[in-house]
Nanobody, 123 residues
Framework: QVHLVESGGGLVQAGGSLRLSCAGSGRAFRMDTMGWFRQAAGREREFVAA????????EYADYVKGRFTISRDYAENMVYLQLNSLKPEDTAVYYCASARAGTWSNPDDYDYWGQGTQVTVSS
C-alpha cells in the first residue's frame, strides 16, 4: 500500500523558517513527480512546488518563488520543502503528493496524497 507522510509543520513567527519532510513508502517514487500543495481554511488547494524524476526539473508557484526550496532524496524516498521568509499568508495545511504524469500544478493529476502538516505563521 502506498503511503506519503508529511512532517515538520508548526507555529513560527513571520520571517521564520521551517523544513517540511515527506516520506514515501509502498513503491519506488524515483520516476514520479513529487509535489507540494497547500490549503488554507476556506480556500481551494493550491500548488506550491514540484520536482520531477530528474531533480533539475523544478517548478514553483510565483508566490513562493525565492522563499521556498524543494528537494528530494531518491535513496530514502524523501521529498523536502524548505520554507524561508515565512509570511502570515503562508498559513495552511501543506500536502505532499506524487504523480506519474500530467500537469504539475494541477492537483487532479496527482495519484497519491499525504495527510498534511499544519504550518501556522504568526504576525
Amino acid at each position: 500500500q502506498v503511503h506519503l507522510v508529511e512532517s515538520g509543520g508548526g507555529l513560527v513567527q513571520a520571517g521564520g523558517s521551517l523544513r517540511l519532510s515527506c516520506a514515501g513508502s509502498g513503491r519506488a517514487f524515483r520516476m514520479d513527480t513529487m509535489g507540494w500543495f497547500r490549503q488554507a481554511a476556506g480556500r481551494e488547494r493550491e500548488f506550491v512546488a514540484a520536482i520531477g524524476w530528474n531533480s533539475n526539473l523544478i517548478e514553483y508557484a510565483d508566490y513562493v518563488k525565492g522563499r521556498f526550496t524543494i528537494s528530494r532524496d531518491y535513496a530514502e524516498n524523501m521529498v523536502y520543502l524548505q520554507l524561508n521568509s515565512l509570511k502570515p499568508e503562508d498559513t495552511a495545511v501543506y500536502y505532499c503528493a506524487s504523480a506519474r504524469a500530467g500537469t504539475w500544478s494541477n492537483p487532479d493529476d496527482y495519484d497519491y496524497w499525504g495527510q498534511g502538516t499544519q504550518v501556522t505563521v504568526s504576525s
